[in-house]
C-alpha cells in the first residue's frame, strides 16, 4: 500500500471509518508508529481515535482534567464490555460507541466542556485520543516542498485593520476558516510560519491565530496563510492575510477625536417611506450598512433609543430595522454604540417619508 | 384607495355621524374589522359602526406624537409598533401566525400565574374562521406533514420525550385596511367612521352608553350604542379604560386590580449553539400547503413535569469555523455520522405574568386631553432562566437521540431582563378571568360587572404561549361576533 492511498485512506475514516480496509488501517498505523501510542483497546478503535482529529484541542483540554491513558483505556473497555478475548471490529466499535454515547445522554453521564454538553464517554474517548496521539503524530520529512495539498474554494478573514480583532473565538484566538475539497485530516495551517492548532471537517478546515501572535494584528502587512502536511513535508501557500494601517480616527462635532471610531466612510440606505422597506432582508426588516473600521465586537447600532440587532465586519456594520419601527414617518438618528466605553459614533438620519 | 359612502370622515361630516347604533366597534384594526363584518353580516337587521381614529393613510407625524408616552421600567419604544390607521398594525406586520397551544390555556405549570378560563377547544371554530380571516390556506400545524415533502428540513424528535416539531404559517401577510375595504362598502348596515379619536366611555351605572369622539380639530360627538366592543390594540383599549376609572368605578373591571398590570411581551434569547446535521431549515420556506417555518417546541408531557413556561426554538446556521469541538461532528465514532454544522438557538419565551409589570395613566395629557401612557415594563429573570434550563435538556436530548450536541453559553439573566428585545406584542393588561379580583374582563370579553361592554384585544390574554397574537386576536374577535350576534353566553 502506497503512502498516497494510506492518506486518502485516512480522510475517509472520518466520514466512514468502517469503510477501510484492513490493509490500509493497519499501514496507516504504521505510517503514523513515531508518534502514536496503542490505546490498548484494539487496532481499529486505535484507528479510530487517530482519525477523530477534530477531538484534539478538546482531548487537551479533558485531559488536563487528570487520568492517564491506561485508567481511560480500562473505563472504556469496561464501558464496552471489551476483553482480551472480544477485539471489536471498527464497525463494531463504532456502534458500540455510539451506543454508550447515547445512554451516557440519557442516564445523564455528561459534562460540560466550554459550555458544550458531553457524553462521559465521548470526553475519554476525547482524552484518550489526546494522550496516545497528541497532535504531533507525523513526523515529517526534512526540507519543505511547495506542492499543492488540497483545493481551496474559498478561505477567510484575508484583511483586517490593524489592532481590529476578527472572528474572536471564546478563548481568545483569532478564527480562520477555508472551504476545501479532500484535505488530509493531518494537515496544519501555518500563519507566518507558525503552526496554529488545526481541525480538518468534512469540507472544511479551521484554525485561528493563537498566543504571541495576535499581535500580527497591530503590524500592517502581508502575512502568509500556508497548509503543511507533516507526513510529506509539502506546505501550499493559500494566501496572505492582510493587515492594513488603521484609518484615520472619528472627529466629533465638538472637535474631539475619538478613540474608538474611525472616520465614516459611507452608509445607507438613508430614506424610505412608512411602512415601506428598502433594502429588504429575509425576515422583512431593513437591512442597513455602514461602512467604516475599527468598529469594536462589542457594538451595536442604534435607531433612536432602539438596540438594532448588529454584526459586525472589519471594515463594515451591518443591522436589521425590523419593520415595527418604520410604521411611521420621520426622522430617526442612527448611530453606532460601543457599549464599553458608551462613545457614539453619528452616523446620520434615516427618513421616514410619510406613505403616498 | 377612495373613500365612498359607507365610509365618513369625523372630521369633515360630522353631520353624517350616527348618534347611536346596535354595536360600536372602536378602532378597525384586524380585531374591529373582522369583529364589525361578522357582526354586520349575522344581524343584517342591525346598524353596526365602526370608528377609527386614523385615516386611509399611514399616519403623519403629527398623529405619531400621540403614541408617545413615559417609559419607567426596561426599555420600550412606546411609539414604534402601533399604527392608527384603517387597517391597524396588520399594516406593517409580517404575517407570523399560529394559534396558542393547548398547554397555554392551562395555569402556567410553575405556579406563576392562572390560565384562561376558557379552553383551547372552544376557540376551534373561531380559529378556524381566522385563518379565512387571515388568508392562510391550511390550518394544520403538524410539522411531520412538511418534513415529509422536505427531508431532511428538521430533527425528527418523534423519539424524543421531551422536544417535537411544530409551525409557524404565513398571512400574505393580509394588510386588513386595503382587503376588506371593499367588503365593508359593500355591508349595507355597517358604516365606518374615520379621524374619530375615542376620548372617553359614557359610563352610566353597568351601562356603557356610548363613546365620546373627538377629530384633531376639536370637533366632538358621542355615538350612543347597545353594545361597544373596544378594539384599539393592547396599549389604547387599557389606556381608554383607565382613563373611564378615573371617572367612574361603577362597574368591577373598572375597579380590578388587574387592569393595567401584568404587561407583557414575547422577547428573544440566544442561549447557546446546536451541532446538528447540515441543511436543516428552521426558517420561513415555501410548501405546497403555504409559507411555513419549523420550530422546536418542549412537549405538553415536559412543560408540566419539568414545570416548563412554553416557548419555541429556531436553528440558524452559523458562518464556518469556530472552535474545536464541532470540527469532530461526522466521526462515526462519536456517534455522529454524517454531515454536520453548528447553528445559533434562537428561542422565543413565553414571559411570566408579572403584577407590577403594568401601564398606568401619566400626569402629562396629550392632543386630546387625555393622560398619555406610562409604562413600567418588568421582565422575570425567571422567564430567562426557564430559558436556558429548556435549552439545556435540548442539549441533552440531541445527545440521547444521537443528532447532535448542545452548547449552553453564559448567559446574564440580569442583564436581559433589564434590557430584553422586544416583540410588540402588547398583552395582559385587561386580562381574562371569571373573578373581577383577577381579571378585567370575563370568559365572553364582557368587561367585569358591565352589561355591554367589550375587550378585543391581546390585552386579554392571561396567559401567552410564545405564538405571534394577531391570529389569536382575529380569533377572539369572529367569537366575540358570535356571541355578540347571538346573545348568547359561554357557559362558566
Redesign the interface.
Known amino acids: 500500500v502506497k503512502r498516497r492511498q494510506l492518506l486518502v485512506a485516512g480522510v475517509s475514516v472520518?466520514?466512514?471509518?468502517?469503510a477501510l480496509t484492513v490493509a490500509a488501517r493497519m499501514g496507516m498505523l504504521q505510517g503514523w508508529s513515531s508518534g502514536f501510542r496503542r490505546s490498548d483497546l484494539g487496532p481499529d478503535i486505535d484507528v479510530?481515535?487517530a482519525?477523530?482529529?477534530?477531538?484534539?484541542?478538546?482531548g487537551e483540554q479533558l485531559a488536563a482534567r487528570g487520568r492517564d491513558a491506561e485508567v481511560l483505556a480500562a473505563r472504556l473497555r469496561s464501558r464496552l464490555s471489551l476483553s482480551p478475548e472480544r477485539v471489536p471490529s471498527l464497525a463494531e466499535?463504532?456502534r458500540m460507541?455510539?451506543?454508550a454515547?447515547?445512554e451516557?445522554?440519557?442516564d445523564?453521564r455528561?459534562l460540560?466542556?466550554?459550555?458544550?454538553?458531553?457524553?462521559e464517554t465521548?470526553a475519554d474517548?476525547?482524552r484518550l485520543r489526546w494522550l496516545v496521539a497528541g497532535k504531533r503524530v507525523i513526523e515529517a520529512p526534512a526540507g519543505p516542498v511547495e506542492e499543492s495539498i488540497a483545493e481551496v474554494k474559498d478561505w477567510g478573514p484575508r484583511r483586517t485593520i490593524e489592532g481590529v480583532p476578527f472572528?474572536v473565538?471564546?478563548?481568545g484566538h483569532y478564527?480562520?476558516?477555508f472551504?476545501v475539497e479532500a484535505v488530509p485530516l493531518w494537515i496544519e495551517v501555518r500563519v507566518a510560519g507558525a503552526a496554529m492548532?488545526t481541525?480538518?471537517?468534512?469540507?472544511?478546515v479551521?484554525s485561528g491565530i493563537h498566543g504571541s501572535l495576535r499581535s500580527i494584528i497591530d503590524k500592517p502587512g502581508t502575512y502568509p496563510i500556508e497548509f503543511f502536511d507533516p507526513p510529506t513535508g509539502r506546505v501550499q501557500h493559500v494566501g496572505d492575510l492582510e493587515v492594513v494601517a488603521k484609518p484615520a480616527a472619528y472627529v466629533h462635532a465638538d472637535g474631539s477625536t475619538s478613540a474608538i471610531f474611525c472616520e465614516l466612510e459611507a452608509w445607507g440606505p438613508d430614506e424610505t417611506r412608512?411602512?415601506m422597506v428598502v433594502n429588504p432582508q429575509?425576515?422583512?426588516s431593513m437591512g442597513v450598512w455602514v461602512r467604516t473600521s475599527c468598529v469594536p465586537p462589542d457594538s451595536t447600532m442604534m435607531f433612536?433609543?432602539?438596540?438594532l440587532a448588529t454584526s459586525i465586519q472589519t471594515d463594515a456594520v451591518t443591522a436589521r430595522v425590523p419593520?415595527?419601527?418604520?410604521?411611521?414617518?420621520?426622522e430617526f438618528p442612527i448611530e453606532i454604540l460601543h457599549f464599553g466605553s458608551g462613545e457614539r459614533l453619528p452616523v446620520g438620519t434615516l427618513r421616514v417619508l410619510?406613505?403616498? | 384607495m377612495d373613500p365612498v359612502a359607507v365610509f365618513t370622515e369625523f372630521d369633515r361630516d360630522i353631520g353624517a355621524v350616527p348618534d347611536r347604533c346596535d354595536l360600536l366597534v372602536v378602532g378597525a384594526g384586524p380585531a374591529g374589522l373582522a369583529l364589525a363584518l361578522e357582526a354586520a353580516r349575522a344581524r343584517p337587521d342591525w346598524v353596526v359602526v365602526l370608528a377609527e381614529a386614523g385615516g386611509f393613510q399611514p399616519p403623519a407625524t403629527e398623529l405619531r406624537d400621540l403614541l408617545s408616552g413615559s417609559n419607567v421600567g426596561a426599555p420600550y419604544p412606546l411609539e414604534a409598533s402601533r399604527l392608527r390607521y384603517f387597517g391597524g398594525t396588520s399594516g406593517h406586520w409580517g404575517g407570523w401566525c399560529r394559534p396558542l397551544d393547548a398547554c397555554d390555556f392551562l395555569p402556567a405549570f410553575d405556579g406563576s400565574g392562572p390560565g384562561w378560563p376558557i379552553s383551547a377547544s372552544e376557540m376551534d371554530e373561531a380559529l378556524q374562521a381566522a385563518h379565512r380571516w387571515c388568508e392562510i390556506p391550511q390550518s394544520s400545524y403538524d410539522a411531520y406533514e412538511v418534513l415529509a415533502r422536505h427531508p431532511g428540513s428538521m430533527l425528527d424528535l418523534r423519539d424524543s420525550t421531551l422536544f417535537d416539531n411544530s409551525l409557524f404559517r404565513f398571512s400574505p401577510p393580509t394588510r386588513f385596511g386595503s382587503r376588506y375595504h371593499a367588503d365593508v362598502a359593500a355591508q349595507e348596515n355597517l358604516q365606518c367612521i374615520v379621524r374619530a379619536t375615542a376620548i372617553g366611555l359614557a359610563m352610566r351605572g353597568g351601562r356603557c352608553e356610548g363613546v365620546h369622539f373627538s377629530s384633531h380639530a376639536g370637533a366632538k360627538r358621542t355615538i350612543r350604542a347597545s353594545q361597544v366592543a373596544l378594539a384599539m390594540g393592547g396599549l389604547e383599549t387599557t389606556r381608554l379604560l383607565l382613563h373611564a376609572a378615573t371617572e367612574s368605578q361603577a362597574i368591577a373591571g373598572l375597579r380590578s386590580p388587574a387592569l393595567g398590570a401584568y404587561f407583557a411581551d414575547h422577547m428573544g434569547l440566544r442561549p447557546g449553539q446546536v451541532m446538528a446535521p447540515a441543511g436543516l431549515q428552521y426558517a420561513r420556506f415555501d410548501d405546497e400547503s403555504g409559507a411555513v417555518m419549523p420550530v422546536i417546541v418542549p412537549r405538553l408531557e415536559a412543560l408540566r413535569d419539568r414545570r416548563w413556561m412554553n416557548m419555541c426554538a429556531m436553528l440558524m446556521p452559523l458562518p464556518a469555523g469556530g472552535e474545536d469541538l464541532p470540527s469532530y461532528a461526522g466521526n462515526a465514532g462519536f456517534g455522529l455520522p454524517g454531515e454536520y454544522w453548528r447553528y445559533s438557538v434562537q428561542m422565543i419565551l413565553e414571559p411570566h405574568a408579572q403584577r407590577e409589570s403594568r401601564i398606568g395613566l401619566d400626569s402629562e395629557r396629550d392632543h386630546f386631553g387625555l393622560p398619555r401612557l406610562r409604562l413600567d415594563w418588568r421582565v422575570a429573570e425567571e422567564t430567562i432562566n426557564n430559558g436556558v434550563a429548556v435549552f439545556a435538556a435540548l442539549a441533552s436530548e440531541l445527545g440521547r437521540l444521537r443528532v447532535g450536541r448542545g452548547r449552553v453559553l453564559p448567559t446574564d439573566a440580569a442583564a436581559i431582563a433589564a434590557s430584553p428585545s422586544q416583540s410588540f406584542h402588547h398583552m395582559g393588561t385587561t386580562r381574562m378571568s371569571d373573578s373581577a379580583d383577577e381579571g378585567v374582563v370575563d370568559r365572553d370579553l364582557r368587561v367585569h360587572g358591565s352589561e355591554n361592554l367589550f375587550v378585543v384585544s391581546s390585552s386579554v390574554f392571561p396567559r401567552f404561549g410564545f405564538a405571534n397574537p394577531t391570529l389569536m386576536i382575529v380569533a377572539l374577535a369572529c367569537r366575540a361576533a358570535s356571541f355578540l350576534a347571538t346573545g348568547r353566553r359561554s357557559e362558566a
Open positions: 472520518a466520514a466512514s471509518a468502517a479510530l481515535l482519525a477523530a482529529v477534530g477531538a484534539g484541542g478538546s466499535a463504532t460507541l455510539g451506543s454515547i447515547v451516557d445522554f440519557a445523564a455528561v460540560e466542556h466550554a459550555g458544550w454538553l458531553l457524553s465521548e474517548l476525547a472572528l473565538q471564546p478563548d478564527g480562520l476558516w472551504s492548532p481541525f480538518v471537517n468534512s469540507g472544511s479551521t412608512a411602512g429575509p425576515d422583512g433612536g433609543d432602539v438596540r419593520l415595527a419601527l418604520l410604521e411611521v414617518a420621520g410619510a406613505g403616498e
